[in-house]
């Protein structure tokens, strides 16, 4: 009997071992950046996955291309919220990067780079074909880069009614306010531009950019004149299309 008695704590113990192990190995923190990007034939996505396993980082790469609304269906099925029970740590970054059209008889081109994370949206833009000097560059109402002139974007997207102004000003100001930016001697500019008051695709419509468009102006925005700073000419747009 003893013999038995002995058998089955050793089992025991081999199986507490075993649990304590393999719960060792649970993950503890799981970071997922998701990266569209729009192409000339549909969209393509990368899904970076990282997990930290009791300090092993472990990176997974899944790249989706097909059509926008193929890649969308995708995207949300694979980043859908599956660790509630597993008492892990979440991190979200998503990303958008498209192109910028030229507009007014221009030849501006550029690119477009939004990036969301732990609540923060930050745009970053590279721009060149410009006239040297001071630029405006705003989020106007509507994704609609489809008139000649830009204007079919709207006015500045202004989801709580307040008046034109710089960032940030106690007078009030746009949510799409961005600013003035400088091109250089060649013709190009760089704006790097963060904010929370901004994100791609939540609940909150005084919030959430997409469907909305950036356009680059002409002129510099003398961030007093109603109700759109006096920039000038539309001369660069893109919509902000997920």
């Not at 995207?75 to 507009?103: G, I, M, P, S, Y």
């Not at 060149?128 to 509507?142: R, V």
């Not at 939540?202 to 950036?214: L, P, W």
Request: hydrophobic letters at 30%.
């Amino acid at each position: 009997m003893k013999k038995v008695i002995n058998l089955i704590a050793v089992l025991s113990l081999i199986m507490t071992i075993a649990c304590q192990n393999q719960a060792k190995k649970e993950t503890q923190e799981k970071k997922v950046e998701v990266k569209i990007e729009r192409t000339e034939e549909g969209s393509k996505a990368e899904i970076t996955t990282t997990k930290w396993v009791e300090g092993e980082t472990i990176e997974e790469i899944e790249i989706i291309e097909g059509t926008h609304e193929e890649v969308m269906k995708k995207v949300e099925a694979l980043t859908t919220e599956d660790d509630v029970n597993k008492k892990v740590v979440r991190k979200t970054k998503k990303q958008l990067q498209f192109k910028l059209n030229a507009k007014s008889d221009t030849n501006t081109e550029g690119k477009v780079l939004f990036t969301e994370e732990e609540g923060t949206v930050t745009l970053n833009a590279m721009i060149s074909g410009l006239t040297e000097g001071t630029h405006a560059i705003h989020i106007h109402e509507k994704a609609d880069c489809s008139s000649p002139d830009g204007k079919s974007t709207g006015g500045h997207w202004n989801p709580t009614f307040q008046p034109h102004g710089a960032w940030g000003s106690s007078e009030g100001y746009h949510r799409g306010d961005i600013g003035n930016f400088e091109a250089d001697n060649e013709g190009n500019g760089e704006v790097t531009f963060a904010t929370d008051q901004w994100c791609l695709g939540c609940d909150d419509e005084t919030k959430n950019i997409i469907g909305k468009a950036i356009i680059v102006h002409q002129g510099a925005d003398d961030l007093t004149s109603q109700p759109s700073g006096a920039a000038g000419s539309r001369i660069s747009c893109a919509g902000i299309i997920r």
